[in-house]
């Protein structure tokens, strides 16, 4: 089974920093890798497809980045609606979350 | 528009069944890979199971594997998933979620349902 890291678990941010939150994989996935968000009582939202392609609607400050074992999720100047919870997933094979990040203020 | 609406969910005793359906629209659903994927009360998520379009693959996660059986009926748009032998560490709201494209790996989840949940407990 392929395991998904994400670190940190939680992150403490203001509006206007730059985030990053890394996913590792524990072998290689390509570039099969997306990242979600998640807002309490809400389903989550795909927000990165194929490790870096930005999904339709989201944002430009969302970026994703990475290859093989080790990814990133930036968001370059958070904004209040960015406060939720996000989630890597690799689908190089059945699908795995990562454990999660919450960026709190 | 894509929609996902799930049903099904409610109280049921350890050791107890259960099956949860999802009705799509707005897309060709045999077409489109389809997923379960659950999350416990405060926890993140986890993927329980999946189908390819045509409904030929299916894929479990182990927590679930011998006790969930996933199936689709392409000609009334439905996913299914059947829980036998349920415990209490399988409490949780269960999201149907549409794949980008026919077959589970190299394909995203793409959209979500709003989810319903399952407790088990006596």
């Known amino acids: 089974d392929i395991q998904m890291t994400q670190s940190p678990s939680t992150l403490s941010a203001s509006v206007g920093d730059r985030v990053t939150i890394t996913c590792r994989a524990s072998?290689?996935?390509?570039?099969?890798l997306a990242w979600y968000q998640q807002k309490p009582g809400k389903a989550p939202k795909l927000l990165i497809y194929?490790?870096?392609s930005l999904e339709s609607g989201v944002p430009s400050r969302f970026s994703g980045s990475g290859s093989g074992t080790e990814f990133t999720l930036t968001i370059s100047s958070l904004q209040p609606d960015d406060f939720a919870t996000y989630y890597c997933?690799?689908?190089?094979?059945?699908?795995?979350f990562g454990q999660g990040t919450k960026v709190e203020i | 528009e894509v929609q996902l609406l799930e049903s099904g969910g409610g109280l049921v005793q350890p050791g107890g069944s259960l099956r949860l359906s999802c009705a799509a629209s707005?897309?060709?659903?045999?077409?489109?890979?389809m997923s379960w994927v659950r999350q416990a009360p405060g926890k993140g998520l986890e993927w329980v199971s999946a189908?390819?379009?045509?409904?030929?693959?299916?894929y479990y996660a182990d927590s679930v594997k011998g006790r969930f059986t996933i199936s689709r009926d392409n000609s009334k748009n439905t996913l299914y998933l059947q829980m036998n032998s349920l415990r209490a560490e399988d409490t949780a709201v269960y999201y149907c979620?549409?794949?980008?494209?026919?077959?589970?790996?190299?394909?995203?989840?793409?959209?979500w349902g709003q989810g319903t949940l399952l407790t088990v407990s006596s």
């Open positions: 979620a549409k794949h980008r494209g026919a077959i589970v790996v190299v394909s995203p989840v793409d959209y």
């Open positions: 707005g897309f060709t659903f045999s077409n489109y890979a």
């Open positions: 189908m390819s379009g045509s409904g030929a693959s299916t």
């Open positions: 072998q290689s996935i390509s570039s099969w």
């Open positions: 194929k490790a870096s």
């Open positions: 997933q690799q689908y190089n094979s059945y699908p795995r």
